[in-house]
């Protein structure tokens, strides 16, 4: 009798981890940083895995801001690559992660953040409705326009400064993704 209960339980554990299994292959993934972003996955739990993405996984932890990416959203985040990072003059990274700049680190991290959940889709439709322009309003509370150049998605600061969207749609849990290669900033 053991030894049915045995093979009973082994039978539907074998059963759940197909079916997982099965459930994570049809996921549709975006390759981001050389490692695959889940939709099943929040935005920081697919955020940590991305080469591309070390620094700007550095600001968020440094700016308390953890919490907040994991939780339900759902955000449309503006995400700076490593490279984006680079091209802010030299030590700027590295004041912004001082403790005592963690009001300055938040404010501009938040500016990358709109509450809801645009695709590039949505985004573009916005545009087209808008003439060619959209304004999205920022978890900050500052406004960054939307355009297009061909069929290429970029965004602009209030302070003139532009970031084109490399890689779109790199849908999550509680949002969707879309890689930057320049850093946007607020109006300080």
């Known amino acids: 009798m053991k030894i049915q209960n045995f093979f009973k339980l082994a039978f539907a554990a074998f059963i759940f981890l197909?079916?997982?299994?099965?459930f994570a292959q049809m996921e549709k993934t975006v390759m981001v940083g050389g490692a695959e972003m889940y939709p099943s996955k929040n935005i920081v739990e697919n955020a940590v895995n991305s080469a591309d993405h070390t620094t700007l996984v550095a600001a968020v932890k440094a700016a308390g801001l953890v919490e907040t990416l994991q939780g339900a959203g759902p955000f449309t985040v503006f995400a700076p690559e490593n490279s984006a990072f680079e091209k802010l003059p030299a030590?700027?990274?590295?004041t912004l992660l001082k403790p005592e700049n963690k009001?300055?680190?938040?404010?501009?991290?938040?500016y990358h953040v709109v509450a809801g959940k645009m695709g590039a889709k949505d985004i573009a439709a916005a545009i087209k409705?808008?003439?060619?322009k959209a304004e999205l309003t920022t978890v900050q509370g500052?406004?960054?326009t939307a355009w297009m150049k061909?069929?290429?998605l970029y965004i602009t600061d209030e302070n003139g400064g532009q970031s084109k969207v490399t890689i779109a749609d790199v849908w999550q849990k509680n949002g969707v993704i879309h890689s930057v290669d320049t850093v946007v900033l607020p109006k300080m």
């Open 129 to 132: 409705k808008g003439n060619g």
């Open 18 to 22: 197909s079916a997982n299994l099965a």
């Open 150 to 152: 061909g069929k290429d």
């Open 91 to 94: 030590g700027t990274v590295e």
């Open 142 to 144: 500052g406004k960054l």
């Open 103 to 110: 009001s300055t680190l938040q404010a501009v991290l938040t």
